[in-house]
Every structure is written in structure tokens, then in C-alpha cells.
């Protein structure tokens, strides 16, 4: 096993362990529209710390998605 395969196994195993987490944090959309109105404002926009989580989420699965293809690809 090559040394950029351990590392790039490593990066991906820790990848796999936020995207868990990250996603377990996320409020279900099945709120409905009283949960929301009854927040009012928050200094962090309209979706408050929800927007920082899903972008979060977007930019680990785009890593998982490209450290898979890395893998596969190097591991031939």
C-alpha cells in the first residue's frame, strides 16, 4: 500500500465520521411552519445556524464523493 493511498484512506475514514455527525445535528424539515415562525429573527439570516450545517454537510459529501474516486482510481 502506497503512502498517498494510507492518507487518502485516513482523510476519508474521518470524512465518513463528520458527515455522520454533521448530518445527525440537522433539524428534520418536518418542523412545519409554526416551528419557524415562532423562532422570530436571528442575527444569522433566516436560516440561522441551519444554513452553516447544510453547507457543511454539501462541502463533506463533495469530499467524500472525490476521495472515493481517488481511492478507486489509485488503488488499480
Known sequence: MTPI???FL????????GL????????????GLSASMASGGSLLGGRGV????????AVLGG???LLAFLIVFISR
Open 5 to 7: 493511498l494510507t492518507l
Open 10 to 17: 485516513i482523510l476519508f475514514a474521518a470524512i465518513c465520521v
Open 20 to 31: 455522520v455527525f454533521f448530518v445527525l445535528l440537522q433539524v428534520p424539515k418536518q418542523a
Open 50 to 57: 441551519e444554513g452553516g450545517l447544510v453547507r457543511t454537510t
Open 63 to 65: 469530499l467524500f464523493m
